[in-house]
Nanobody, 115 residues
Framework: VQLQASGGGLVQPGGSLRLSCAASGSMFSIAVMGWFRQAPGKERELVAAISRSGSTNYADSVKGRFTISRDNGKSTVYLEMNSLKPEDTGVYYC??????????WGQGTQVTVSS
């Protein structure tokens, strides 16, 4: 499984961004896809995840502001981020967990929320 993330950038507080993560390879082996982020000096943390059936999970800090969705036909997962705050700044990574128990990471995409 290969993951290609895109969509990061610089946005003002209160703004919006949409991240995309396109999967290729053994897409049918993917059980869960998710987004993680890592701020400078901090550990990588889960932002949101979505199962193949569409069940979602969000970090408390992003509930009500971020929405994760999945297009199984395009093997792509999206993260719609609204009402962005400076503390949302970080490198965002997509991850795929496969049914066999392994996982794969995409390259990071930088999100900077600043005025």
């Amino acid at each position: 499984v290969q993951l290609q993330a895109s969509g990061g950038g610089l946005v003002q507080p209160g703004g919006s961004l949409r991240l995309s993560c396109a999967a290729s390879g053994s897409m049918f082996s993917i059980a869960v896809m998710g987004w993680f982020r890592q701020a400078p000096g901090k550990e990588r943390e889960l932002v949101a995840a979505i199962s193949r059936s569409g069940s979602t999970n969000y970090a408390d800090s992003v509930k009500g502001r971020f929405t994760i969705s999945r297009d199984n036909g395009k093997s792509t997962v999206y993260l719609e981020m609204n009402s962005l705050k400076p503390e949302d700044t970080g490198v965002y990574y997509c991850k795929a967990d496969v049914f066999s128990g392994g996982n794969y990471w995409g390259q990071g995409t930088q999100v900077t929320v600043s005025s």
